[in-house]
């Protein structure tokens, strides 16, 4: 049947006429006529303004002004609901629906660990680190369609997300990236045209620490014994049996984890890479080895 | 593994959405036949729970309060859970000892609410400005 379609639409080109300027239409309903002031008996008169006052004339008051009465937006007090709302750390939500979508129409490999860079690659999320976005968080919708077994590394999750993809048999992990990796992270390229080094990712700030040790939240900085255990206590909890991932096929790219420090899969912080001359620049004074190391 | 789970759609407003999704999550077990609660303690949730418990046996226990089927499992099992603690738990015996420590800790408790009453009621008299 889709053969039929395809051989008519082919005769169709070979038997109509040339698209010219004089066979083209657009769509029914898409271009809508503006509205002319001044112009015949409908357009022109009043042209639109009212009869006669402070309408037609063009003195109205500001908006909000209510005669005199103190307006609605001064009789209400202040209240600090947005204090320090520019300070606030931001986080884009990433649901598990969207992440299913996404491996669907193969945007993100599953077969390699999915980090913040391959998303955005991806088209998959939109991080804005000048906005005090502070990366991507797992949002639950979609737990219970979501069936793929991934390694993934956001910066927050909730425990039912942590919970489905770990039911698939995958592995999550949180970590921290300040702002001024983040923006590394999000665009690569336009840094690495920028010829600097890769900087060394910095620790998490004072109430960040809590939540990144937690092997609750799977947090980068746990422990590896505690995350086992946290694993199989969410297990318990859902009701699921905990695929072991050590017989998988996977499993050596299900366990590539990134060190503290490090931004990129396979850079170091340090070297430099240059795109023009497709190299890597590694460092090789001792001091900037023990700096970039530590 | 020895519980049935079953899925089904939940009741409620939500048009499309709850009509089509499955997040009633539903939890059934043979009580008599179950081999990993002890004997009284089963016996104890037959009891209890006799609502709950159908005629073929099963314990039945059900929960649509979340978006999510694996919350409501979870939620299901966490009211398992409760149901078998709730079971377990032994009346409270009180030694004699402390029994009787109680009785005098709450008669000397009236005694000094007494006495402070006394000692207040005197104070107030003695404000009294009386001219016979």
């Not at chain 1, 103190?70 to 709302?85: Q, S």
């Not at chain 1, 520019?86 to 669907?104: E, K």
Request: proline letters at 5%.
């Amino acid at each position: 049947m889709g053969g039929n379609g395809a051989n008519k639409a082919l005769e169709l080109l070979r038997s109509l006429p040339r698209v010219t300027l004089a066979n083209l239409r657009p769509s029914e309903g898409s271009k809508k006529q503006e509205k002319r002031r001044g112009r015949g008996r409908y357009g022109g008169r009043k042209c639109g303004r009212g009869h006669k006052g402070q309408r037609q004339r063009g003195n109205r008051p500001r908006l909000g002004f209510e005669g005199g009465q103190t307006p609605f937006y001064l009789v209400i007090p202040k209240y600090g609901f947005n204090d320090g709302h520019s300070l606030r750390r931001q986080y884009q939500p990433l649901s598990l629906q969207r992440l299913q979508y996404l491996i669907d129409l193969g945007r993100v490999d599953p077969k390699l660990p999915i980090d913040l860079t391959q998303l955005i690659n991806g088209r998959g999320v939109t991080v804005q680190p000048l906005k005090r976005d502070y990366g991507v968080q797992l949002v639950e919708e979609g737990a219970d369609i979501f069936s793929a077994k991934i390694n993934i590394e956001v910066q927050r999750a909730s425990e039912l997300a942590i919970a489905a993809i770990e039911k698939n048999g995958g592995v999550v992990t949180t970590s921290f990236y300040d702002p001024r990796s983040l923006e590394i992270l999000c665009k690569p390229v336009v840094f690495f045209l920028r010829g600097q080094p890769i900087p060394k990712r910095m620790l998490p700030p004072e109430d960040l620490v809590l939540y990144y040790t937690d092997a609750k939240n799977r947090g980068y900085l746990a422990d590896p014994s505690k995350v086992e255990k946290a694993r199989l206590e969410l297990a318990k909890k859902y009701g699921y049996t905990l695929p072991d991932i050590t017989k998988d096929e996977l499993f050596q790219m299900l366990s590539t984890r990134k060190d503290p420090r490090q931004i990129f899969f396979g850079l170091a912080p340090g070297w430099v890479v240059s795109l023009s001359d497709k190299k890597i620049l590694k460092p090789t004074d001792e001091r900037l080895l023990e700096y970039y190391s530590s | 593994d020895r519980l049935t789970i079953s899925y089904c759609r939940s009741s409620g407003p939500g048009g499309q959405n709850v009509n089509k999704v499955n997040t009633k999550a539903e939890v059934r077990f043979h009580l008599a036949s179950a081999d990993w609660i002890p004997e009284d303690v089963r016996q104890k949730m037959a009891l209890m729970h006799r609502k709950r418990i159908n005629r073929a046996g099963e314990l039945i226990v059900n929960s649509e309060e979340s978006r999510y089927q694996m919350r409501n499992l979870a939620i299901c099992l966490e009211k398992i859970r409760g149901l078998v603690t709730e079971a377990t738990e032994r009346p409270k015996v009180v030694s004699k000892e402390t029994s009787q420590q109680l009785i005098e800790r709450v008669e000397k408790m009236n005694r000094e609410r007494l006495r402070q009453k006394r000692i207040h009621s005197s104070v107030k008299q003695s404000r009294k400005a009386d001219f016979d």
